[in-house]
């Protein structure tokens, strides 16, 4: 059994118009920590019946949430931030526990979470209309701004709280009422997220939680016409499936996807901060996010002295359960994906890779894999031009700021990129030429709920956070206004 402070926050069940609701035959899924393979929780598995009721919900619900003052959902979207700060500690032990990472990224994580309800609790008052100058005298001309109706969210494992509320945030503020959808390997901290939005007064169908099939669940969501929006953060090829689904519908679509980052340190840049930012962005949630440095390029006159500092720190990460105490890096999510690791750096090793730390799995259990530096990188590696998604940092040796760009950009995604220098032309150069959607210059943490997250090329459409956010939540209606002489 759990020990949170807050027992009702461990929900097992699908929460549909305000209600926790069982799946109809009692079909469960195990919830499993992958520090020690050990189940948490089980949890009942809804399908095909449940969805058409967390449509029909969110249907009638949109009715009346649109109509609620933009006032009154800031103030319930800031309860909700509210009460996810307050269960901190116990959304945080849920997070470890299901999906692996140590607690001090997981309490960072429900910060970032609470911050986006925040944000767009603020953001739901901001939702303005245009006055257009006119063309004739007795016109007026408007544009209006109206929520797109009922959203569908599916979220990713890697992070079980911010990707729903950066979806869920702009969707409540904008009036759409919401049915989330998240991974199954994480749906605990997803569910005590929808326990937070009832004792928040959230009024029943406005968000609803399915847990279950994803193929199950998304082909109703993605089929149904009273489904007006669907965002989605995952995988290129399931964004790429989904959007195809939502074709027929004509619905909107919003796409988080994967990425490549590129992570370049010019000769010119500060050394030890550039390895400072190498490590956070690389070794985050044990390199298991879209924005993660996924090829480090470093030039050639520094790159003896950047490989050599840098694997010194990473020979001092700690591995080990995300509930310990001092751990850097917890497990990778499941077996495939540590079996994914093993084979991009084999294929490393063949083409002539060096392992400076690290190459193969960790003594501390079966899904734990070690902090691993890669020299001699080479454009042919599968690490080139695959995102690892696991704790292994390639380093490539480049000449020129020329090559390095035409490196960086050879790859169909365009999420993020990290650069080091600190010639004030060159920054100015690099940042316009890279082709992604967010650009970190001498830092490798950028994300913040105030600026847009998004990418280019296949890392998807549309951008989340920010003022930019919400714009894929309304629809822009013109209004004209004519006969007003007569
Ligand atoms: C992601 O990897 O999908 C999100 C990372 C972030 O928001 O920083």
């Known amino acids: 059994m759990l020990a949170l402070k807050n027992s009702k926050l461990l929900c097992t069940d699908s929460l549909i118009n305000g209600k926790w609701v069982k799946e109809t035959k009692n079909r469960t899924v195990n919830v499993i920590n992958p520090a020690n393979q050990e189940i948490i929780a089980t ?21 009346t ?17 509210d009460l996810l700060l307050k269960n901190q500690e116990d959304l945080a032990l849920l997070m470890t526990l299901e999906q692996g990472k140590p607690l001090t990224e997981s309490r960072g994580e429900i910060a970032y979470a609470a911050s986006f309800l925040a944000w767009f609790a603020e953001e ?7 006055i257009i100058p006119s063309y004739s005298n007795d016109r007026r001309l408007m544009v209006l701004k109206e929520p797109v109706g009922v959203c569908a969210a599916i979220t990713p494992w890697n992070f ?7 979806k869920v945030g702009p969707a409540l503020a904008a009036g759409c009422t919401i049915i989330i959808k998240p991974a199954l390997e994480t749906p605990l901290t997803a569910l005590a ?33 009273l489904v007006r929006k669907l965002s989605f953060t995952g995988s290129t090829p399931i964004g790429k499936h989904l959007m195809k689904e939502c074709a027929d519908t004509m619905k909107k679509v919003s796409l988080e996807l994967g990425g490549n980052a590129p992570f370049i340190v010019f000769d010119d840049a500060d050394i030890d901060s550039a390895i400072e930012g190498a490590m956070l962005s690389k070794f985050r949630n044990a390199g298991q996010t ?23 720190k990473v020979a001092r990460l700690t591995v080990g359960p995300g509930h310990e105490s001092n751990i850097d890096q917890g497990p990778l999510i499941n077996i495939a994906a540590v079996e994914k690791v093993e084979a991009f750096v084999n ?43 696991g704790p292994i940092a390639p380093i490539f040796k480049f000449n020129s700021e020329e090559e390095v760009i ?28 890279l082709e992604t959607g967010l650009v970190g210059v001498n830092s490798g943490v950028i994300s913040t709920e105030v600026a847009p997250f998004g990418g280019y090329k296949a890392s998807g459409i549309g951008r989340e956070g920010s003022k930019y956010g919400i714009e894929d939540y309304l629809n822009t209606k013109y209004v004209c206004i004519a006969d007003l002489d007569k």
């Open 43 to 63: 949890v009942s598995s809804v399908g095909v019946i449940e969805t058409q009721q967390a449509i029909t919900s969110a249907q009638q619900a949109q009715k």
């Open 65 to 81: 949430w649109r109509a609620t003052t933009a006032k009154d959902r800031s103030l319930l979207l800031r309860r909700w931030h």
């Open 124 to 130: 739901a008052q901001r939702i303005y209309g245009d």
């Open 160 to 166: 079980p709280a911010a990707m729903i509320t950066r």
């Open 193 to 225: 997220l929808g326990q937070l939005s009832i004792e928040a007064g959230i009024p029943p169908g406005v968000v609803n939680i399915l847990v279950g099939p994803a193929q199950e669940i998304a082909q109703q969501l993605t089929s149904s016409t």
């Open 290 to 312: 879209c924005i993660c440095a996924n090829r480090i390029y470093v030039q050639s006159n520094i790159y003896q002295a950047f490989v050599e500092k840098f694997s010194a």
């Open 347 to 389: 294929d490393a090793v063949t083409l002539g890779g060096k392992i400076i730390i690290g190459g193969a799995r960790h003594t501390r259990g079966k899904l734990f894999y070690q902090p691993t530096v890669i020299a001699n990188a080479t454009q042919q590696m599968k690490l080139a031009h695959e995102e690892v998604f």
């Open 406 to 433: 035409t490196l960086a950009n050879n790859t169909e995604y365009g999420l993020a990129s990290y650069f080091y220098s600190r010639d004030i032309g060159r920054i100015w150069r690099v940042s316009e030429a």
